[in-house]
């Protein structure tokens, strides 16, 4: 009776976590106030376009460093650079530098805004796309975190 107790318990748990941790398939429109969700799946931000307060395309998301605690994503490496994907390089970003935009006009996708020129971007701190960093490592996060101080959605 308790081994089939604990399996109930768990499952209820783990239910609860998933739903508190699982990204929904697309926006969706919340119903108090009618007003979009900012919940994507992961494969919907990974290759999503970046572009500068500019307006210029500053590259695209090529993947995400979620903390495995909070479930929280704590960088996006933003490929930015090269020529047809020669001489690329990944640049972890703060995911709270970026802002989400739904766009209109001509530009009418869905982005992310990074407030950073590309001279900036050139020399922030890269890495090759073979070549991760150690993202555990709290010295990589604190030279990481430490450029993009300034940086303001």
């Given amino acids: 009776m308790h081994t089939a107790l604990g399996r109930i318990a768990l499952t209820v748990a783990a239910a609860g976590w998933l739903a508190a941790n699982t990204v929904a398939a697309d926006p969706v429109t919340s119903s108090s106030a009618n007003a979009p969700s900012r919940h994507f799946r992961a494969s919907k931000i990974e290759s999503m376009k970046v572009r500068n307060t500019a307006g210029e395309d500053i590259g695209k998301i090529k993947d995400l460093v979620i903390d495995f605690n909070s479930g929280k994503i704590q960088y996006a490496a933003l490929d930015f650079g090269g020529l047809f994907g020669v001489g690329d390089k990944l640049f972890a970003v703060p995911w709270n530098s970026f802002t989400c935009v739904e766009g209109s006009g001509v530009r009418a996708d869905r982005h992310l805004v990074l407030n950073i020129s590309k001279e900036q971007l050139k020399n922030a701190p890269g ?8 993202v555990a490592n709290p010295n990589w996060a604190k030279e990481v975190d430490k450029y993009y101080e300034h940086i303001k959605p």
């Fill in 127 to 134: 890495f090759g796309k073979n070549h991760w960093p150690d």
